[in-house]
């Protein structure tokens, strides 16, 4: 099991950046694909990006490809996605996910393992 705290919300202008950090405790996190997903009121979780275990794979959106990074330190038991050039409509709660394997790795009901997610506000 992986318990899993997200951190690094807030508020910003649209154009600016932020990094989301996502904490994981327990031994076993290298063993886990990670992923970051976003929902806003009324719609579905949406998947944003993932990485496998050893961070030589990662997938994203559509919407954030190109501007979002997701990364992973397994030393530190972290994983991260840095968001740049923010836009509006990336305003959501940002949740990050572990699950074994990157099968389905875009869906939100195959990882078992959820933070409590973090808020990010992006003004115009």
């Known amino acids: 099991q992986v318990q899993l705290v997200e951190s690094g919300g807030g508020l910003v202008q649209a154009g600016g950046s932020l990094r989301l950090s996502c904490a994981a405790a327990?031994?076993?996190?290298?063993?886990?694909?990670m992923g970051w997903f976003r929902q806003t009121p009324g719609k579905e979780r949406e998947f944003v990006a993932a990485?496998?275990?050893?961070?030589?794979?990662?997938y994203y959106a559509d919407s954030v490809k190109g501007r979002f990074t997701i990364s992973r330190d397994n030393a530190k038991n972290t994983v991260y996605l840095q968001m740049n050039s923010l836009k509006p409509e990336d305003t959501a709660v940002y949740y990050c996910?572990?699950?074994?394997?990157?099968?389905?790795?875009?869906?939100?009901?195959?990882?078992?393992?959820w933070g409590q997610g973090t808020q990010v506000t992006v003004s115009s």
């Open positions: 990485i496998n275990w050893s961070a030589g794979t990662t």
């Open positions: 327990g031994r076993t996190f290298s063993s886990y694909a």
């Open positions: 996910a572990a699950k074994i394997g990157l099968g389905q790795r875009s869906s939100y009901s195959a990882y078992p393992y």
